[in-house]
């Protein structure tokens, strides 16, 4: 038989997807299972965009569309920069593409080399490492653990970065920690890349209206304008919007970062569908307040949560200020036994959880922390509290 590429002996499914469909399984076979596990936001977007879609649909033209993106599209992302304090983009700065995740598969295809250096700070978004895997770039994690907020710290990256180092990729608010960087601290991270102008960021800002507290939206380019020749800022409506299934994902980079998504869209998606691009034309450039009050609404989920995490002992969780996460470390539990279960590890502990009360966690190995599991609170309010309960009882059960 003939052989597949080599590269596809280095693409692995997404571990998150496989903890989601055991849970839909068990599910579906009649458990009473609670779901923490994926990463979606659980809302539907105004009616506005609904509307803009309906519109688009009475209208369509049925032709191909621009590589780019519509102009329509192109403003409303503009426009949306401008609200989250970045001016002097144009729309040769963007391009758009089939979520965030398909734009970071093009824009790491369009800078890395085989073997080259990427710099990803640990924990990661899963799919970071899966992408740099296939592309057979370099990867060097950093490891950023509970002790240091899961945040990555001046020194370290300083010391990470070497005169071969090509990419950093860079995502705040964080998934999976839900952690948020303040300026005072991206202010300090920018002020070390600038020192380095070999290196490209790569700004994974997709929850950047999920940011809680009054913190700001900080930024590298905010903090240090003369990054832009070297930032892809990366934004999506699949969070902030509530339209993960849409996918539209845009970026804001320099000029021929922008050209070589557009050449790669050409040869590859073509463009947006007319009704998808009405849809997030209509999401990025409308009224925001659906965004608004499910941001606060996520607030007090993330209290919560944080709150039924502190009540377990030796459960060590930062306080995550953005997203929809939290990312305790249950390490305490390894070593114990829940039944006739014994927990050695995460996905031990995920699998014992899942087996014993029906709750639905991702193990943090998924994420490169192996010492933590994620929790995902964007389920019905009723099904947080009593998921939290039951974890906490699982905790009260170990021996
Ligand atoms: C940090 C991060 N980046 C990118 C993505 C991909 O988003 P999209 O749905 O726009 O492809 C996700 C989705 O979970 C994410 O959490």
Known sequence: MPMLAERMGRAKPSAIMLVADKAKKLKAAGRDIISFSIGVPNFLPGAHVYAAAHDALEHDSGQYGSNRGADALLDAFLKHLRQGGFDGYERKHLASGIGAKQVLFNVMYALLNEGDEILIPTPYWTSYVDIADILGAKITLL???????????????????????????????SNPTGMVYTPDEVKALADVLVKHPHLWVLSDDIYNRMIFDGLPYAHVVKARPELRDRVVLIDSI?????????????????????????????????????????????????????????????AHRRDEVVAALAAIPGVACPRPQGAFYAFPDISVAFGKKHGANAINNDVDFCNALLDAKGVACVPGSAFGEPRAIRISYTCKPAELTDGLKRLQQFFAELN
């Open 143 to 173: 490891p950023c653990p509970a002790a240091q907020d899961y945040k990555l710290t001046p020194a370290q990256l300083d010391a990470a970065i070497k005169p071969a180092t090509k990419v950093l990729l860079f995502n705040n608010p």
């Open 238 to 298: 699949s969070k902030s919007y509530g339209m993960p299934g849409w996918r539209v994902g845009m970026i804001a980079a320099p000029e021929s970062v922008a050209q070589a998504m557009v050449t790669l869209n050409s040869n590859h998606i073509t463009n947006l569908p007319e009704v998808v691009t009405a849809a997030a034309t209509a999401a990025f450039d409308g009224p925001q307040d659906v965004t608004t009050s499910k941001c606060a609404d996520f």
